[in-house]
C-alpha cells in the first residue's frame, strides 16, 4: 500500500478518536482514496483498513479497557449508533466505544460499497446498521 493511503487510514483513525472529522467525512474521506471497507476490533485494538485488491493496513486503535460483555444487546449498541448519528451533547467516539463494548460489541466492518456496517458480537450475533440516506 502506498503511503498516501496509510496515511489517510492514519489521519482518518485519529480523526475518529480526537473527534475532529465525523463518521461521514470519514467515509468519504477513505473512499476518495481508494479503501472499500474497515474494521475495528474491540479485543485487539486495532482498526484495519481495505482495498479492493485485497491489500490492507492494521493500525493499533482505542484500547476500551473494559472487556467486551459476554452477550450482545442490540438495543444497547442501537441506542450508542444514534446518539453517534445524532451527535448528541457530549458524544464522543471513545464513548461510543465503551458503550458498544459494554453491549457486548467485540467489533464492527464498516462497508463503503454497501453502505452500512455491521456490528458483532462475542457470540457472533450481529447488528447491520444501513448508512442513512
Do not use: W
Not at 490492507?56 to 479497557?65: C, D, F, G, Q, T
Amino acid at each position: 500500500m502506498d503511503e498516501r493511503r496509510q496515511t489517510t487510514a492514519r489521519t482518518c483513525l485519529e480523526a475518529a478518536e480526537h473527534g475532529t472529522m465525523a463518521f461521514p467525512e470519514i467515509v468519504a474521506t477513505l473512499a476518495a482514496a481508494g479503501f472499500e471497507s474497515y474494521a475495528v476490533d474491540f479485543r485487539r485494538a486495532t482498526a484495519t483498513y481495505y482495498l479492493p485488491d485485497g491489500d490492507s493496513i492494521a493500525l493499533p486503535s482505542l484500547r476500551v479497557e473494559e472487556p467486551v460483555a459476554a452477550m450482545f444487546d442490540t438495543a444497547r449498541v442501537r441506542a450508542a449508533i444514534r446518539e453517534a448519528q445524532q451527535n448528541a451533547p457530549g458524544y464522543t467516539y471513545a464513548g461510543f466505544c465503551r458503550k458498544v463494548v459494554a453491549a457486548g460489541c467485540a467489533g464492527y466492518v464498516v462497508s463503503f460499497t454497501g453502505r452500512r456496517a455491521l456490528y458483532v458480537g462475542r457470540t457472533a450475533e450481529t447488528h447491520v446498521e444501513h448508512f442513512p440516506r
